[in-house]
T-cell receptor, first 114, second 114 residues
Framework: KAGVTQTPRYLIKTRGQQVTLSCSPI?????VSWYQQTPGQGLQFLFE???????NKGNFPGRFSGRQFSNSRSEMNVSTLELGDSALYLC?????????????FGPGTRLLVL | AQSVSQHNHHVILSEAASLELGCNYS??????LFWYVQYPGQHLQLLLK??????LVKGIKGFEAEFIKSKFSFNLRKPSVQWSDTAEYFC????????????FGGGTRLMVKP
């Protein structure tokens, strides 16, 4: 079974621009979560989508948003980019089996903001 | 807010040495516990997980972890490391009421000298 895929893998933007990242979950997985990974802050939860609805949200400003489509694919958008948004953005998908839900991560999109 | 601490930021071992990486969390309720590994240039991979039952869980590649509820700990162990275990290791916790949100520790960089 194919893993979580993320596009693009690398991205360079300038301050003030906006960016959209895409994530395709493992087939059959309905939950998609997004995380930001930086050297200073580590891995931080952005938000989670399940059945096209945001189920949980981390402590990030409103410039960070996301959505999920009916096929479970998800996108996240960052508007008005800041230098501090440079990070590796990870997507994870999960499936509940016998009450247990485990997240499987994609390779990430590395965003550089200049 | 929940927090996860990994006290060892960098660990250097020789091949065949035993490994124990510490992980402590702050949440007092029921938790789900995970260890993920990030090999150089690769994405986060699940090593092992604990939801309930036997507090000693075994994962891939000879790793195991023990959940000690009274100590709020979930330490990762391996009796004999190999050069190929060089990677960054992350402990993560989720709990009921927080959806699928994972709170990660800061990570431990392990270097195994051949």
């Amino acid at each position: 079974k194919a893993g979580v895929t993320q596009t693009p893998r690398y991205l360079i933007k300038t301050r003030g621009q906006q960016v959209t990242l895409s994530c395709s979950p493992i087939s059959g997985h309905r939950s998609v979560s997004w995380y930001q990974q930086t050297p200073g802050q580590g891995l931080q939860f952005l938000f989670e989508y399940f059945s096209e609805t945001q189920r949980n949200k981390g402590n990030f400003p409103g410039r960070f948003s996301g959505r999920q489509f009916s096929n479970s694919r998800s996108e996240m958008n960052v508007s008005t980019l800041e230098l501090g948004d440079s990070a590796l953005y990870l997507c994870a998908s999960s499936l509940v089996i016998a009450g247990e839900e485990t997240q499987y991560f994609g390779p990430g999109t590395r965003l550089l903001v200049l | 807010a929940q927090s996860v601490s990994q006290h060892n930021h960098h660990v250097i071992l020789s091949e065949a040495a035993s490994l124990e990486l510490g992980c402590n969390y702050s949440y007092g309720g029921t938790v789900n516990l995970f260890w993920y590994v990030q090999y150089p240039g690769q994405h986060l991979q699940l090593l092992l997980k604990y939801f309930s039952g036997d507090p000693l869980v075994k994962g891939i590649k000879g790793f195991e972890a023990e959940f000690i509820k009274s100590k709020f700990s979930f330490n990762l162990r391996k009796p004999s490391v190999q050069w190929s275990d060089t990677a960054e290791y992350f402990c993560a916790v989720s709990h009921i009421g927080a959806g699928n949100m994972l709170t990660f520790g800061g990570g431990t960089r392990l270097m195994v000298k051949p």
